[in-house]
């Protein structure tokens, strides 16, 4: 955190107690998210700022009230004019070249203050100089920066020349739209890192929140590992059932998406597919699994820290969000602190993953649950709403300072 920024925010603790944002209570205030279609970790942080502000309004391109949070539904929503057209919802990413269009044409002139949600587009807003704008970066979106040749590599023939050449000029209206938001927060140190190096902006680092109270530590841990988020190309899930085939070890895998019929050829007889679980049946699966492999880079990864609550180890790609999460070992130390909650292999490769695993077996009785659990709790909700509202009440009174200049 920076000295100067850090000193500010001591300065307005006193008068901003718990997550309450007091000097901006009569504020008016937008929240704009990319898209309200599921219930992921950006529609969680977007819950967690929206009961910081609850008069404040929402914004997004689309939304689905079947699948939105109830915590959201109620408020007033503006969508855009993508929400009409047909087939909108179910192929939202195809309508990528839209949304700044879409974009522009919210009006905040009655605002006294933005707050974007970003991982898609949503910072792109236009506001007035007397509006604030800040943006709650989850990542700059991937598909045009950081995983853009994965991404190019993993769309059909066809489909490749298109996407080819509206990602080239959506990569500029991204990088311009960055000049639009006043100040940044990123989720993670590594998406700060991806904030510096896209948009030449520096950010705050203000980590999500994390359903942590759930966890729970079980009275026994069960022969079996498990896998859990979206059935996608760039989470590497076909790395975790390779492995586990070689092995012979038992998997859960739990999730759904476009890449679950070839990992189904993939999978050999102890692989078990869940399907997509409700909360409750998750948590028995987290509390009784032997540890989580996760073998994808992520922006910061809020899985891992699902898994932690319940005091379960992680065996992870050390690159990304979970290095910040994870007290891992290396997969090559021979050393065992007791405050560790996992291993880190470091090559995205079958091989190394089967080694990190080996290397887990040879020393998993030495993991303390208890120890993993307290981990987790940094990453519960108040603290992420305590360190945002701070931050924008920092953010708030420089804003105003500077326009008093």
Known sequence: ?????????????????????????????????????????????????????????????????????????????????????????????????????????????????????????????????????????????????????????????????????????????????????????????????????????????????????????????EDFYLLVGQLVDYKRMDLAIAACNLLGRRLHVVGEGEQYGRLRRLAGPSIHFCGPLSDGDLSEQYAHCRALLFPGEEDFGIVPVEALSFGRPVIAFGRGGVTETVRGIDVRSSNFPEDSSGIFFLEQSVDSLVDAMQAFERVEHQFQPWRIREQALRFAPHHFQRNFGLFLTCKWEEFHSEQLD
């Open 1 to 221: 955190m920076n000295v100067n920024i850090e000193q500010r925010m001591r300065a307005v603790t006193a008068r901003v107690p718990g997550a309450k944002v007091s000097p901006l209570e009569k504020a008016r205030v937008a929240i704009v998210h990319y898209w309200l279609l599921n219930h992921r970790g950006g529609e969680r942080v977007v819950e967690a700022i929206a009961a910081m502000f609850p008069r404040a309004d929402l914004f997004s391109l689309l939304a689905d009230a079947k699948t939105m949070p109830e915590s959201l539904r109620g408020r007033s929503l503006h969508t855009s004019f993508v929400q009409n057209l047909p087939g909108g919802n179910r192929c939202h990413r195809r309508l990528l070249p839209l949304y700044p269009l879409a974009l522009e044409q919210f009006d905040f002139s009655n605002y006294d203050l933005v707050i974007s949600s970003e991982s898609g587009p949503a910072k792109g807003v236009l506001t007035s100089a007397r509006t604030c704008h800040v943006c709650y970066c989850h990542s700059p979106m991937r598909y045009l920066w950081d995983f853009y040749h994965q991404y190019r590599n993993a769309v059909g023939r066809w489909s490749r020349p298109f996407f080819t050449l509206t990602s080239h000029y959506l990569r500029l209206w991204d990088a311009a739209s960055a000049d639009r938001v006043d100040y940044f927060a990123a989720n993670s140190r590594n998406v700060a890192t991806r904030i510096r190096k896209h948009y030449r902006r520096d950010s705050e680092v203000i980590y999500p929140p994390v359903n942590v109270s759930a966890g729970h530590l079980a009275g026994k841990v």
